[in-house]
């Protein structure tokens, strides 16, 4: 099993940015890919970011696309998430995720952090 803990959210305002962090233990030997999900109110769960843990490539949804970096540190089991330029419409519950090699779906979900952005 892992365990995954998120921290960084808070209250920003708009054009403002944010580091989430994700601090992942257990069996993080079995991680493959790490990343983060995000709920906004009123809406399904929608991807944002994802990182192969050993390669460290990483995928972005086009809603963060050239304003968000996904990072990780291997040494400490920790997953980071700048956000830059951030809109009201990036107010949401945002969940770290982890899933083993090979899976399609992710296992491990986190409690979620909430982000919210005034205008």
């Known amino acids: 099993q892992v365990q995954l803990v998120e921290s960084g959210g808070g209250l920003v305002q708009a054009g403002g940015s944010l580091r989430l962090s994700c601090t992942a233990s257990?069996?993080?030997?079995?991680?493959?890919?790490m990343g983060w999900f995000r709920q906004a109110p009123g809406k399904e769960r929608e991807f944002v970011a994802s990182?192969?843990?050993?390669?460290?490539?990483?995928t972005y949804a086009n809603e963060v696309q050239g304003r968000s970096v996904i990072s990780r540190d291997r040494a400490k089991n920790i997953l980071y998430k700048q956000i830059d330029n951030l809109g009201p419409e990036d107010t949401a519950v945002y969940y770290c995720?982890?899933?083993?090699?090979?899976?399609?779906?992710?296992?491990?979900w986190g409690q979620g952090t909430q982000v919210t952005v005034s205008s």
């Open positions: 995720v982890a899933r083993t090699p090979g899976a399609e779906r992710y296992d491990y």
């Open positions: 990182i192969a843990w050993l390669s460290s490539a990483a």
């Open positions: 257990g069996r993080t030997s079995s991680i493959g890919t």
